[in-house]
């Protein structure tokens, strides 16, 4: 897929490691599938060799890769700072984690011995925008999207302003959270914020974190270089806001901290995130962490000219000795990949084949590939672990997968095994439209319509056929169809135009 290059003497991740979806082999080895790795993946470290890796956890399970058994044992589990009380079963799907281990090539064994999660913020909406699919949280703007794993409501629309919730994510360069889970919790009036310092007030004993003002005058522990806080500081503050939304958070604490995963010369790194400092292809920073990419640097689904800032990739490499990642290989993800919004399908039917083999399931009569980085997660049976031997012929599932452009690949980003359903749903580039017959094909799908239709543009408007069919003929158009799967066609009860 895309370019393969590979710096000599490191191990190209191969499509048999599909099996892998465990944060146990994906916070331990390089372990699987075409360059993706949403959870984490510490590199191939040799004989003895330490490796880092942060990421996303995108499923479950123990696992044996190329020969390699991986364990999780003794290793050492933070949660926000503190011992997990219940061990490994307190990591979730969708916590961005930082794991440092070590593989054995020589004794066959992988071994993790440290495993971090801290989250981004934790404290009550502000405010929510539909539209947009965002949240403003203790002021700071967060993006949500069928990545993002939701705990305690069903999704954005179940929740509202007030609900207090816990935000775990990747932070882009204009400091948005991109979360990947968001769990909903108790409101204790006890907030935490973290980010970067804007605004610092020494007079007023003030700074701003995204939209939220902070107050230090009554902190009681402040751990920042020279005592005081500084703009360009992250930092990570506690404390509360009685005065609601719109008022400062009065800091308890406030402790300088980084995003980056504090590798050394020498280990191996796996980091994923959105670009940042972007100088040229060749110098970047992805969360927090320098990066310098080589006429050696492999690339998947994108090339090196599709670097550059707010870009979503996963970068795989070691550190040299001035503690920049030296890239062996770069991996394009989500919407700000080279396939971009037009190369992106959702699709909510049932499985018609399952190859596990082949690390494949098929629906729509089209192969869907399912590797190391696709967000495993079942919704229905709630099965942990939860991979592709456990799908079945009729399982109702909703995936989220992406076409990639250099190889032809259909790729699922995530499945979510659900209960069963009649209707079905599948949003996609449009193959082909007939405006006299009113039809529309997408991912090879003939969608024929009739009297009862309803079309929509991009607003949910309801607008005529005509309207429609002119709108889904345009260059990159998206169309989301809803219906009845008739044979191998869809009868449309619903069409509309998306963004």
Do not use: W
């Not at 007030?201 to 701003?208: E, K, L, Q, R």
């Not at 609601?244 to 790194?269: F, I, M, Q, R, W």
């Amino acid at each position: 897929m895309g370019d393969s290059r590979k710096a000599p003497g490191r191990n190209r991740r191969s499509l048999g490691g599909f099996i892998c979806f465990t944060v146990l082999a994906m916070l331990l080895v390089s372990c699987g599938g075409g360059g993706g790795g949403g959870g984490g993946i510490v590199a191939d470290g040799g004989i003895g060799g330490t490796g880092i890796s942060q990421g996303p956890v995108s499923g479950f399970g123990s696992v044996f890769v190329n020969g390699i058994e991986h364990f999780l044992g003794s290793a050492n589990i933070l949660i926000n700072g503190q011992p997990a009380p219940n061990g490994e079963t307190d990591l979730k799907l969708g916590m961005v984690v930082r794991v440092a281990g070590n593989v054995n090539q020589t004794a066959g064994t992988g071994t993790a011995t440290d495993v971090a999660y801290a989250q981004n913020l934790e404290g009550p909406i502000d405010s929510i925008d539909l539209a947009t699919n965002t949240m403003v949280v203790l002021g700071q703007t967060v993006v949500v999207d069928v990545i993002t794993v939701f705990d305690g409501a069903a999704g954005l629309m179940a929740l509202m302003a007030g609900d207090v919730v816990e935000i775990s994510g990747l932070v882009d360069g204009s400091f948005v959270i991109h979360a990947t889970r968001v769990d909903v919790e108790t409101d204790t009036g006890l907030y935490e914020l973290s980010g970067t310092i804007v605004n610092q007030n020494a007079v007023t004993m003030t700074f701003d974190i995204g939209g939220q003002t902070v107050d230090y005058s009554a902190v009681t522990t402040l751990d920042v270089p020279g005592g005081v806080p500084a703009n360009g500081l992250f930092v990570r503050v506690q404390g509360t806001r009685p005065g609601g939304t719109g008022t400062p958070l009065l800091a308890g604490s406030a402790k300088a901290d980084d995003l980056s995963p504090n590798a050394v010369a020498g280990e191996d790194l796996e980091v994923e995130g959105f670009i940042t400092d972007f100088v040229s292809p060749v110098q970047f920073s992805v969360s927090g962490q320098a990066v310098r990419t080589s006429a050696q640097t492999g690339f998947d689904h994108g090339v090196i000219n599709d670097l550059g800032d707010g870009v979503h990739i996963e970068v795989e490499g070691s550190i040299a000795n001035d503690n920049v990642l030296d890239a062996d290989e770069i991996s394009f993800k989500g919407s700000t990949s080279v396939r971009g919004e037009s190369g992106e399908i959702e699709i909510h039917a049932d499985i018609e084949a399952v190859d596990p083999s082949a690390g494949t399931i098929t629906i729509f009569g089209s192969s869907i590939i399912l590797n190391s980085s696709t967000q495993l997660e079942d919704e229905r049976d709630k099965l942990v672990p939860f991979g592709i031997t456990d799908l079945a012929v009729g399982d109702r599932v909703d995936v989220k997968a992406f076409l990639d452009i250099t190889s032809g690949d259909v790729i699922a980003e995530s499945l979510h095994r659900k209960n069963a359903k009649a209707d079905v749903e599948l949003e996609a580039p449009v193959d082909a439209v007939d405006a006299i017959l009113e039809t529309v094909t997408l991912f090879g799908v003939l969608v024929t319509t009739d009297l009862s239709t309803v079309y929509r543009d991009k607003l949910d408007n309801i607008i005529t056929s005509a309207a429609f069919f002119t709108g889904a003929q345009l260059p990159g158009a998206l169309v989301e169809s809803k219906g009845t799967l008739v044979g191998i066609t869809i009868l449309a009860s619903e069409l509309e135009l998306d963004d």
